[in-house]
Nanobody, 121 residues
Framework: QVQPVESGGGSAQAGGSLRLSCAAS????????MGWFRQAPGKGREFVAA????????RYAVSVKGRFTISRAIAGNTIYLQMDSLKPEDTAVYHC??????????????WGQGTQVTVSS
C-alpha cells in the first residue's frame, strides 16, 4: 500500500508563494504519473498539475501555468508543487495523487488526505 502524505499548506497573501510536498511511503508504485488536484468549497475536483516520475515530463492546468511548478525528488519519493503569484481563486484543499497511467488521467491508484491552501486579497 502506498500512502501519500501532503504538507506545506497554509495561508498567504495574493501575490505570495507556498510550496507543497507529497511524500509517498510504502511499496514502489508501478504507474508513472503523479499529480496535484484541488477542490474549492462548493466546487468539484480540479486538475492542477502532473509529472511523469520516470522522464520528468509535466502538464499544467491553464489556470496555473506559468505560476505553479511541479517537480520530483526521486531519492525521497517526493513530489513538490511550488506555487507563486498566488491568487484568491487558488484557495482550495490540495490533494496529491499517485499512480496514474499518463499525465492526462484523473484515475490514480492512491490519494492523499489533502492540505488546505488559503489565499487572501
Amino acid at each position: 500500500q502506498v500512502q501519500p502524505v501532503e504538507s506545506g499548506g497554509g495561508s498567504a497573501q495574493a501575490g505570495g508563494s507556498l510550496r507543497l510536498s507529497c511524500a509517498a511511503s510504502g511499496r514502489t508504485f508501478s504507474r508513472p504519473a503523479m499529480g496535484w488536484f484541488r477542490q474549492a468549497p462548493g466546487k468539484g475536483r480540479e486538475f492542477v498539475a502532473a509529472i511523469n516520475w520516470g522522464n520528468g515530463g509535466t502538464r499544467y492546468a491553464v489556470s496555473v501555468k506559468g505560476r505553479f511548478t511541479i517537480s520530483r525528488a526521486i531519492a525521497g519519493n517526493t513530489i513538490y508543487l511550488q506555487m507563486d503569484s498566488l491568487k484568491p481563486e487558488d484557495t482550495a484543499v490540495y490533494h496529491c495523487a499517485i499512480g496514474g497511467s499518463n499525465l492526462y488521467t484523473e484515475d490514480y491508484d492512491y490519494w492523499g488526505q489533502g492540505t488546505q491552501v488559503t489565499v487572501s486579497s
